[in-house]
Nanobody, 126 residues
Framework: QVQLVESGGGMVQAGDSLRLACTASGRTFSNLAMGWFRRPPGKERDVVAAINWSGSSTYYVDSVKGRFTISRDNAKNTVYLQMNSLKPEDAAIYYC???????????????????WGQGTQVTVSS
């Protein structure tokens, strides 16, 4: 069992930055692939970024490439999402997740993740 707690959301203006953090407990964090997802109002939850256990391999959805950075600190059991140049369309509830699966560096489908945080709201005004 893994417990995930997100923090760092808030209300910002377009062009601003935010850093989300997700701290894990309950299982060896350093073995786990992690992902950040978001659910905009009225839409499905989709992947934003994913990272392998060591941080050496990452994935980004096209809409955030060059603006968002996923990273992790295994000593702190924490994964981060640095979000720069935020746009109104980035507004969503952001979730971190992890999976018990192995075999791939990371996973991008929500159904492949087993544990989810409660989410943190990001609001971006124009």
């Amino acid at each position: 069992q893994v417990q995930l707690v997100e923090s760092g959301g808030g209300m910002v203006q377009a062009g601003d930055s935010l850093r989300l953090a997700c701290t894990a407990s309950g299982r060896t964090f350093s073995n786990l692939a992690m992902g950040w997802f978001r659910r905009p109002p009225g839409k499905e939850r989709d992947v934003v970024a994913a990272i392998n256990w060591s941080g050496s391999s990452t994935y980004y959805v096209d809409s955030v490439k060059g603006r968002f950075t996923i990273s992790r600190d295994n000593a702190k059991n924490t994964v981060y999402l640095q979000m720069n140049s935020l746009k109104p369309e980035d507004a969503a509830i952001y979730y971190c997740a992890t999976t018990a699966r192995s075999g791939r560096d990371y996973y991008i489908l929500p159904a492949t993740y087993d544990y989810w945080g409660q989410g943190t709201q990001v609001t971006v005004s124009s």
